[in-house]
Structure formats: C-alpha cells, structure tokens
C-alpha cells in the first residue's frame, strides 16, 4: 500500500500574488452617534465663536464710554457735549460757544490704551477748525490742540468734565 500513495502525482499549485480587496459599492454604516457628535462638536465650536465675538463687541462698545458728558474749556466757557459714541468711535457731539456751532465731524479713536478726540467745526466763523484732543483718565480731562483755520495756527486746550 506504501507503492499506491504517491506524494509525486498529486498537481501542484502554482503561488499567485496577494489579490487586491475590492470596494465594494454598499455603504457600509457609520459608528453609531457619529453623526450626533460631529454636530455637538460642531455646536460647541459655534457657541465659543458667538461667545467670544459678543465679549469683544463689548469691549468695543464700552472703550469709549468714558467720553460721554459736557466738557468745558476754563479759559472761555467753550463746551463739548459728546452724547453718544459708538463701537467704531463715531461721536454724536454738540459745540456750545455759547449758541451751537455745527459739528461736522467727530470720531474717537484708540492709538494702544490712549484714547483720541478729533471735533471738526463748520460754521460761518468756524470753517474747518479743529479740535485734536487726547483724553486722559488720571484727570478726567481733554487735552490737546485748537486749530482754528482761519488763523492758520495751533492752540493747546483743555476740557474739563463738568459735574
């Protein structure tokens, strides 16, 4: 019986190459609650964002705050009353000499922790004169310079807040 098993004659298999996984075209499932936590994620990202946009307008809104009030100039009785400002430093402001002067500009502006007042009159004595002032909250006052145009030349000021 030893004669009748023969290893010899049984064929050979040839060793072929590794096949390549096809994808298939089902889709298969994602991970149970995948979906849901993208969406939380993505929820908590958009309330950080909001969050952190609300705090800086703010910020914004109230850094110019301070200026708000009627300051007078002790050398003559000149007042600026700014009434409102907002984020972007636009001044509603009013200029009493003693009757009203048309204010045609008025902005704030920040230059780091300094705070800027630029007051631009337009009025038939007043074309173009300026006021440039820095305000400064040690004193809680408003200094800077007068250019009134038509002198061509600058004049240092100050307002004081009046209480």
Known sequence: MRGNTSWSSTPRMKASKPQRKTRSSV????????????????TVVLAVVITVAVMFLREATSGFEML?????????????EIQRV????????????????????????R????????VELRA????????????DPQQDQL????FPA?????????FVRMK
């Open 27 to 42: 889709r298969h499932p994602e991970k149970p609650g995948g979906r849901r936590r993208f969406l939380i994620a993505s």
């Open 68 to 80: 708000k009030g009627r300051w007078q100039r002790p050398d003559g009785g000149y007042i600026v």
């Open 86 to 109: 907002d984020p972007r430093g636009t001044i509603d402001a009013i200029y009493l000499n003693p009757k009203p002067i048309d204010v045609a500009r008025a902005q704030a502006t």
């Open 111 to 118: 230059d780091g922790s300094t705070v800027k007042v630029f």
């Open 124 to 135: 038939p004595n007043y074309p173009g004169s300026t006021y440039t002032l820095t305000y």
């Open 143 to 146: 200094q800077g310079t007068y």
């Open 150 to 158: 038509a002198l061509r030349q600058s004049f240092p000021v100050l």
